[in-house]
């Protein structure tokens, strides 16, 4: 059963432009909401994580949009550049469950000159 | 560099075969995870330790094991292997505390099965 569903699975964005990647998820005990950037032959690096008592975080052009009433959440990367093209997974995990991450299935972005 | 390291980085064996990756974390993390990452079943969570015990388990084959030993590195064992066991195995650590969901991934090991 996949409890968080990941979308788009690939995005072309022009340089400059926005990329937004769309997590859903079932299980509302899922109490932190992490996103992870990963570059081919590399370990997934965290980018940017929320929790659900707060519907948005920025840091720097990375911005978190949580919905707690639909179950979803979401990626924005603003002024995308070609160093930004990588595979992106979100992911949720709950504090009583060991804190064990549960993924999306992930997103190629590659962002264009 | 997350300061989670995991040997070796590359490993090329046969079906039937037992293989064994080891991982250190962060210093001072208490906590290892071991996910698996598959073209077919992306990230999957295997089995968690914290200070030497295990914490939780995910669908981890009966064929695969771990253990954390008290310098806090972990090793996963991984028996009888099969073709389709072929992935990158990654660890990661969190810390104690306040930022306990904070997991931070080691390069991983690409295990390869002929």
């Known amino acids: 059963q996949q409890q968080v569903k990941q979308s788009p699975q690939s995005l072309i964005v022009q340089k400059g432009g926005i990329s937004i990647i769309n997590c859903a998820y079932e299980n509302t005990a899922f109490d932190y909401f992490p996103w992870y950037q990963q570059f081919p032959g590399k370990g997934p690096a965290l980018l940017i994580a929320?929790?659900?008592?707060?519907s948005e975080k920025k840091e720097g052009r990375f911005t978190i949009s949580f919905n707690k009433s639909a179950k979803q959440f979401s990626l924005h990367i603003m002024d995308s550049q070609p160093g930004d093209s990588a595979t992106y997974f979100c992911?949720?995990?709950?504090?009583?469950?060991?804190?064990?991450?549960?993924f999306g299935t992930g997103t190629q972005l590659k962002v264009e000159l | 560099d997350s300061g989670v390291t995991q040997t070796p980085k590359h490993l090329i064996t046969a079906t039937g075969q037992r293989v064994t990756l080891r991982c250190s974390p962060r210093?001072?993390?208490?906590?290892v995870y071991w996910y698996q990452q598959s073209l077919d079943q992306g990230l999957q969570f295997l089995i968690q330790?914290?200070?030497?015990?295990?914490?939780a388990k995910g669908n981890i084959l009966e064929r695969f094991s771990a253990q954390q030993f008290p310098d806090l590195h972990s090793e996963l064992n991984l028996s009888s292997l099969e073709l389709g066991d072929s992935a990158l195995y990654f660890c990661a650590s969190s810390p104690h505390g306040a930022r306990r969901e904070t997991q931070y991934f080691g390069p991983g090991t690409r295990l390869l099965v002929l």
């Open positions: 210093s001072g993390d208490l906590s």
């Open positions: 330790y914290y200070n030497g015990e295990e914490r």
């Open positions: 992911a949720a995990s709950m504090t009583g469950g060991g804190n064990k991450l549960t």
């Open positions: 929320i929790r659900p008592d707060v």
